[in-house]
C-alpha cells in the first residue's frame, strides 16, 4: 500500500528531524495531543477524477494531525468548499477519525513532510516527487489536478516533464483560475493556496475557491455535479 511507505519514509534529514520536532515541543494549545509527526499520506477517495494537490503539511496542523489539511487554517477555509461543491461528507475537518469522506477527490501535497517556514529546498522536492509520480498512476480516473498554489503548480509541471511528455514551461503560467490541458491529457487547474496569508487578507475568497473546484467538478465530468451545485455551490 503506497500510503503505509510514505509515512515511513525518511528521504530528508531535514525535514524528518523538524517533523518530529515540532511534535515533541507541540503547542501549547495541543499540549494533549498525540502528533502524527511522519509523512503524512494522501487522503480520498481512489476512483477519484479530481486530485487537489497542495504544498506541505503544515507544522501543527497535518503534522499534529496525520490528514492533510486537517487541523489548521488552511483546512478550516478548504474542507467547507470542497462540503460545498459535494467533494467533502462534512464541512469540519479535526482529526483522522472526524468520519470525513471524501467523494471523487483525492488530496496529496508534493512534500509530505512539514518544512521549516513552510519552505522545502529544491532537494526536497525532488526527493518526494517519486511519491506523486505513484499516486497519480493508481489514480486511474483522475482527468483533473487543482494545484494549490505556485509550488503545487510547478511540482504537477515538473512530474509531466519526468513523464517525458511536455518539453518546454512555455505557456504553462501560473495565474489563480488559469486552466492548462498538459500533455499527458490532464487538465490542471491553478488556485491560489488557502493559507492564511491568502485568505485573511482577502487574496483568496470562499467564492474564489469554490468557483475553482465547481470547476474541477464540471471539467472532470463528475457525475453528480448537478446535486452537488444544489448546495451552495453555486458559481
Ligand atoms: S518530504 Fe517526502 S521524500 Fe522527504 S522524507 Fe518526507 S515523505 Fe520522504
Known sequence: MLNARIVGCEACPRLRAHSKTVAQMKRRAYLDWEYWGRPVPSFGDEKARVLALGLAPGAHGSNRTGRPFTGDGSGEFLYPVLHA????????????????????????????????????????????????????????????????????????LAYEARAARLTSRAGFVFAHGAEHKLPSGLMAIASYHPSLQNTNTGRLTRAMLLKIFNRAGKLAGCEEFGMRRGRDGRD
Not at 471523487?104 to 532537494?123: M, Q, Y
Not at 526527493?127 to 487543482?146: P, T
Open 85 to 156: 461543491a459535494g467533494f467533502a461528507s462534512q464541512p469540519a475537518a479535526t482529526r483522522r477519525d472526524d468520519g470525513m469522506k471524501l467523494k471523487d477527490l483525492w488530496i496529496t501535497s508534493v512534500v509530505r513532510c512539514a518544512p521549516p517556514g513552510n519552505k522545502p529546498t529544491t532537494e526536497e522536492l525532488r526527493n518526494c516527487s517519486h511519491w506523486l509520480d505513484e499516486e497519480i498512476k493508481l489514480l486511474r480516473n483522475l482527468r483533473v489536478v487543482v494545484c494549490l498554489g505556485r509550488i503545487a503548480f510547478d511540482g504537477l
